[in-house]
């Protein structure tokens, strides 16, 4: 693969469709819409490269009624989008699709599409990857282990520990913890583990953020933050000495906070990011505030990856029900990144 030119100043970025008989290539169906709001706010300017079949995409634009054109994509000599038209690097499918109509044949695709949007990140053709919704069920069908985008991209890139962050505007919430059962939480959240947590968010805000201190607002993990030990300790034997540790160091951390009243006007004004102890103790709050607008963005990486937030929507695939918002957000949210990477 050759190093793209550059002198058009702007990103480029490759972009997965994800599960192929979902919404994802219903969303590159819409790139052009992205395109030309993009050229009306030029800080939001990138070279998109979709990742994915040629064929199976302009098949769901028919069927979705939507023109588009499509030019062939060369790693070898990688040229800037014209307006209004998508560049795809193709890849073969194994198995033909219908929408809504998973097929385990067609993960070693999905899995391919991955890996060559992670390879052209390595190698300086792409400056970040934007991932649409995979089927983890589907390609773990097909005898491949696959817990999810996050796990698979550190695996690739030999990263021993990555932070999901989902940002919209306003609000950017990181976890301790992700895909775990309730019961499992406390046990996973050690002094070590969160210590690694912290000392990344806060690294990744400065890099890839442009944040110069970042302010941390840190959730306690039991109800009022353990009410001084009353409601369990973990409070008191592991949070609250990670974050007195972290802060004398230099980083700027708050905690740990009932995450009750963390969400709430007296705090985020003052938060460039809260880390929620698990999934669903901060994430119905973002996703309330930003339906439609929410971007998962994985720390952590030597490389940039934002995606939608949000599943493969299989039972309105190829109907034109799918908003795109969430595919904007996150090809946005990847161009400011790259920008401030390159500085």
Request: charged share 15%; aromatic share 4%; net charge negative.
């Amino acid at each position: 693969m050759s190093k793209r030119d550059s002198s058009n100043n702007r990103p480029w970025l490759a972009i997965t469709p994800g599960e192929p008989a979902g919404i994802g290539p219903d969303l590159i169906a819409d790139l052009p819409l992205a395109q030309d709001e993009a050229e009306a706010s030029p800080s939001a300017c990138a070279n998109l490269v979709v990742i994915g079949n040629a064929e199976l995409i302009q098949q769901r634009c028919q069927t979705l009624g939507r023109a588009i054109t499509l030019v062939p994509f060369d790693p070898e000599d990688p040229q800037p989008h014209l307006p209004g038209h998508v560049q795809v690097w193709d890849q073969p499918l194994a198995a033909a699709v219908s929408p809504g109509v998973t097929n385990p044949e067609n993960a070693s695709y999905v899995i391919n599409c991955l890996d060559r949007a992670i390879e052209g990140c390595q190698s300086g053709l792409f400056d970040g990857l934007i991932t649409g919704p995979v089927h983890k069920g589907v390609i773990n069908q097909a005898g491949m282990a696959f817990t999810g985008h996050t796990e698979y991209l550190a695996q690739q890139t030999d990263t021993e520990q990555v932070v999901m962050m989902l940002a919209t505007e306003g609000l950017r919430v990181a976890l301790a913890t992700t895909h775990l059962p309730l019961r499992d939480v406390p046990d996973a959240i050690t002094q070590a583990s969160l210590s690694k947590t912290l000392t990344i968010v806060d690294a990744e805000l400065r890099r890839k953020f442009g944040i110069q201190q970042p302010r941390i607002k840190v959730c306690g993990l039991n109800p009022h933050a353990g009410e001084g030990g009353y409601l369990g300790r973990e409070e008191i034997d592991v949070i609250i000495p990670v974050l007195e540790h972290l802060n004398a160091q230099g980083l700027n951390l708050d905690g740990p906070l009932p995450a009750d009243t963390t969400f709430t006007p007296n705090h985020l004004p003052e938060a460039d990011a809260v880390v929620a102890m698990y999934h669903d103790q901060g994430l119905p709050v973002l996703k309330h505030i930003g339906f439609h607008r929410a971007v998962n963005i994985t720390l952590g990486l030597p490389i940039i990856r934002t995606s939608v937030d949000h599943g493969t929507a299989l039972n309105i695939a190829g109907s034109g029900q799918a908003h795109p918002g969430g595919l904007f957000e996150a090809i946005r949210q990847a161009v400011a990144m790259a920008r401030t990477c390159a500085k």
